[in-house]
C-alpha cells in the first residue's frame, strides 16, 4: 500500500519519542567511515537517506556492524575501497558528501535511481570546486548519472558557490583535512541554510578534524594531512521531522509532547518552537521536552526560512490556517530540494483548498481559519516533507485527503504515520 488517506481528526495527544536526526546521523556515519579505528554512534536514525549512507560507506570498505540502539564502525580512513559505482537512493546530503570523499577513489558512477527527484537536482557548484583541485567530473549537465575520476588530489585554493545548497561546502570540509596539502575554501555568492553548516563543523571537531573558519562561515582555512579520530558519538532528536508534529499539535486541540527536542541544538529547525510562540500556539520547551496545548487559534507570522530550511514546509502548513497573511522570505533554494518545495508544494496546497501564493523566493499564505475543503488527491512529488505538511493540512480539512505514494515519506520518517496514530490522528494506509 502506497497512499494514506487523512480523514479530519479535531484533536490529538499523547507522548512520543522524537526520531533520531537524519542530518547528525549521516554525518557521523561518514566521519566514522572516514576514521581508521572502530567508532560507536548510538540511537542512529532508521530512514532511507540514513540507510543509504550507511550502505554506502559499507560499499567503500568501512565495517558496519549494529544493533538496536547503536552502530559500530571501523572506518577505511583516507583509503576508500576502488568501488565502481555508488547507489545514494535519493539523498542529496549523501550524493554530495561522497562525491567529494570519491575523489580519493580512482573512479566511481554515482546513479542515477530517482531521474524525477534527485535526477533533478543540480550539483554544478561542487563539480566546478572539485575540478579546481584535479578532481575530473563526468556528468550530465551538472546532474546524476555523475563519474568521479579522483586519484590523489593534493588540496591548494577552493572557490565555492553556497548560492544553491550548503551541502557543496559541507562536502569539500569533509574531504580537506584527508588532502596532503593545507586548503583555502572561500564560498562565492551567498551561502544558504548557512545554520546547517554549524552542525558540519560541530560533527568535525568532535572527531578531532581542526578547521580555522570565519566568523561569518564564507572562509575556512584547513591544514592538510589530518586524520580523523575514532570516537563514541550520540544521536540528538530530529527536529525537521518533529516539526511536522509540533505543526500537527498546532492547527488540532491537542496535547501532545514531544521528548528528546534539545534546546541548545544547532539545528536550525529548532525555529519550530520559537514560530508557533510568535503565531500564539500555547506550548513550552523545558528540560529537551515540547509540550504542545493547541486551541487551533493561531496568529499569522513573518519568518525568514533559510534558518529552518527543512521546517518551512511545516510551518506554513500551519500558517494555512492562521488568522492574517503569513510569509515566509529567503527561501528560494526550497525549489532546488526533492521537487520544487514552493511551485509543487502550493499547487497541492491549493488544490486542498488553501490560498496561497508564490514568488521567486516566497511564500504568502493567506489564512483560512475556517479550514479548507479537502477531499482531493494529493501528488507527494517524491518529497517526504510534502507528504508531512499535506498531512497536517488533511488534519484540518472538511473532507478527507488522499496522499499518493507517502511511503515516500521513509526518505527521513518513515514511522511517521505510526507517530500520528499514536496520538489519535485518522490516517491509515489504503490500496
Ligand atoms: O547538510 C545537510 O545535511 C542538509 C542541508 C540542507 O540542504 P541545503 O543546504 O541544500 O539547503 C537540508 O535541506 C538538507 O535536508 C540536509
Ligand atoms: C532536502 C532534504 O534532504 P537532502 O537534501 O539530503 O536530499 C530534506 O531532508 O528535506
Known sequence: ?????VTPTPTLSGEIQALSSKNYTTRYLLVAALAEGTSTIYYPAHSEDSDAMRRCIRDLGAIVEEDDEKIVITGFGRNPKDVKELDVGNAGAVLRFLMAIASLCPDVTFVNRYPDSLGKRPHSDLIDALGQIGVQVTHNEGKLPITIKGGQPKGGKIQVSGAVSSQF????LFLTPLLAEDSEIEVLNDLKSKVVVGQTLEVLEQAGIVIHASEDLMSYRIPGGQSYDAKTYIVQGDYPGSAAILAAAAVTQSDVIVHRLAEKSKQGERAIVDVLRMMEVPLTHDNDIVHVKGNGRLKAVEFDGDQATDAVLAMVAAAVFAEGTSRFYDVENLRYKECDRITDYLNELRKAGANVE??????????RPEGVEGGVEINAHYDHRVIMALTIVGLRSKQPLR??????????????FDHLKALGANVEWVE
Open 169 to 172: 561546502l559541507s562536502a569539500l
Open 1 to 5: 500500500m502506497t497512499d494514506v488517506l
Open 358 to 367: 508564490e514568488r521567486q523566493s516566497e511564500i504568502i499564505v493567506h489564512g
Open 403 to 416: 496522499i499518493r505514494d507517502a511511503h515516500h515519506v521513509a526518505k527521513s520518517y518513515p514511522i511517521y
